[in-house]
């Protein structure tokens, strides 16, 4: 089963910086796009930066624009997320995501990585 699995989160004060990593579900697997998503407590959850895997276009969220920069390793099988000039309200739940060749929406998900931020 395909799998995904976040690390890096943490706690930070507001200011910092994070970086958080998603490895998998292995170079064969075959996908249209990779996307980090967010839920705080009590919220649904929301897309906060999404690349696409052929031809690497990107996409943000308006909350995280300027701030939070999206990438894909040369291993093709990793994806990153710089997150910098943090907030209180990026606090949540982070989780990866990937969307499969011939689905319409992401279909393998992590299990998600804390991210807190202290005021």
């Known amino acids: 089963q395909a799998q995904l699995v976040e690390s890096g989160g943490g706690l930070v004060q507001a200011g910092g910086s994070l970086r958080l990593s998603c490895a998998g579900p292995?170079?064969?697997?075959?996908?249209?796009?990779m996307g980090w998503f967010r839920q705080a407590p009590g919220e649904d959850r929301h897309i906060v930066a999404r690349?696409?895997?052929?031809?690497?276009?990107?996409y943000y969220a308006d909350s995280v624009k300027g701030r939070f920069s999206i990438s894909r390793a040369r291993d093709m099988n990793t994806i990153c997320l710089q997150m910098n000039s943090l907030k209180p309200e990026d606090t949540a739940v982070y989780f990866c995501?990937?969307?499969?060749?011939?689905?319409?929406?992401?279909?393998?998900w992590g299990q998600g990585t804390q991210v807190t931020v202290s005021s």
């Open positions: 690349i696409r895997w052929s031809g690497g276009e990107t």
């Open positions: 995501a990937a969307q499969r060749v011939g689905e319409r929406e992401y279909d393998v």
């Open positions: 292995g170079s064969t697997f075959s996908r249209v796009a």
